[in-house]
């Protein structure tokens, strides 16, 4: 069995002259950020793998779950294929992971991150808020194998205020 948990990114600032790319979280992101992950930490098996787009946004999201989860830094990696907005670079990325992992975690961005879980999941979501954690799990041992799963959680921020 195969465990995928999304998270897209916490809600981040426009108030910076800075590229999309290095955008920072704003206040309210860093509040999600630890109140999703802490609330992750008690309802999940943590990840064998963190792999966090490396836009400046999804990186510091991924660390609070990266701390919560307690996941070490041998197994936490960027790719700049997450910075992706349709879900064709996600897609690829999920089916090509190491069949020896049963349990990752991807950070990154919407459109792709709403997109690949109604694709994969089995429960539609209209849109996966910031910092919206989604859990799938597929009966299949390959990643490469891996279609239609099942939406078996999610955590959104508004759930927990």
Known sequence: MKTLYLVRHAKSSW??????????????????G??????AKT????????????????????QFFKKALNVSDANFETNHDLYDFSGQNVMRIIKSLDDTLDKVMI???????????????????????????????FDEKKWSDITTGNTVKTIFPRDLK
Do not use: Y
């Open 15 to 32: 108030k910076h002259d800075v590229d999309d790319h290095k955008r920072p979280l704003k206040k309210r992101g860093e509040t999600d």
């Open 107 to 137: 950070v990154g961005h919407n459109h792709a991150f709403t997109s690949v879980a109604n694709m994969l999941g089995n429960q539609f979501i209209d849109n996966v808020p910031t910092c919206g954690f989604v859990m799938l799990q």
């Open 34 to 39: 630890k109140l999703v992950s802490g609330k």
């Open 43 to 62: 309802e999940i098996d943590p990840p064998q793998k963190i792999i966090s787009s490396d836009a400046t946004r999804a990186f510091s999201t991924a």
